[in-house]
């Protein structure tokens, strides 16, 4: 049995999310423990575990779908599981509040960073695969993730790639990405990224992870030069 439990409002909101008996508390405590709070048990292990959970329920659903090629399934499948998709997730069911953060991380607007919720996201898939397995976590998955699967969500091409299309297309070097700054604690960070094409000019985004500021980026480019 692991350390640990939650208090009674986390242990409602949790058991109205997945509508059933959480089982282990001790493994849901760790799943909405930031390493801020400095115990010993964080997400991080269940983090892990549920990034392959989510993934694996989204890949048979579009796989069931029969919507596409190799290629646009797992176009789609990276933009369904990626931290931005669980993160918008996470705070469509008030995960926020729920999270246990330290002093240093609430202060920093850890309650709101994309980062923390996404990961905490997974970690609750991990969590709730040890408890109450794969079945459930499936239909929650399918539940959360209904409106983005079944939408638009991925079936544009990702700005990188579009990018990398179009200076091929104009006959024009690979897009050239450039770290400009990071700020931020490590776990509210942000980063600033410009992308370059030679010859033609630059553009400059920002973003909660240095893949989401390259992305920005990309599509300000391509808005401004395309």
């Known amino acids: 049995m692991s350390a640990g439990s ?3 409002a986390t242990r409602l909101w949790l058991e109205e999310l997945t509508g059933a008996p959480l089982g282990d508390e001790g493994l849901w405590h760790e799943a909405l423990t930031h390493g801020s709070t400095g115990e010993a048990r964080d997400y991080q292990r269940l983090e892990f575990l ?3 959970v989510l993934g694996l329920t989204i890949a048979e659903w579009l796989h069931e779908l029969g919507t596409g090629d190799e290629g646009r399934l797992s176009q789609r499948l990276n933009a369904l599981v990626s931290r931005d998709m669980n993160a918008r997730v996470a705070r469509e069911i008030g995960l926020g509040q729920h999270m246990r953060l330290g002093k240093q991380a609430q202060d920093d607007g850890g309650r709101d960073s994309g980062n923390i919720l996404g990961d905490v996201m997974e ?13 459930a976590m499936r239909a929650l998955v399918r539940r959360l993730w209904g409106e983005a699967v079944t939408g638009k969500v991925g079936q544009s091409k990702h700005p990188k790639s579009a990018l990398q299309e179009w200076a091929a297309g104009n ?3 690979m897009p050239e990405y450039r770290l400009v ?4 604690p ?5 980063f600033t990224v410009s992308v370059g094409i030679h010859g033609v000019g630059e553009a400059q985004a920002s973003g909660n992870s240095k893949q989401e500021a390259e992305t920005q980026a990309a599509a300000e480019f391509l808005a401004r030069f395309g």
């Open 6 to 8: 939650l208090d009674p």
């Open 50 to 52: 549920g990034d392959r």
């Open 123 to 135: 970690a609750l898939l991990g969590a709730g695969f040890l408890t109450q397995g794969f079945p």
């Open 171 to 173: 006959k024009r070097r």
């Open 181 to 184: 700054e990071r700020s931020g």
């Open 186 to 190: 490590d776990h509210a960070a942000r």
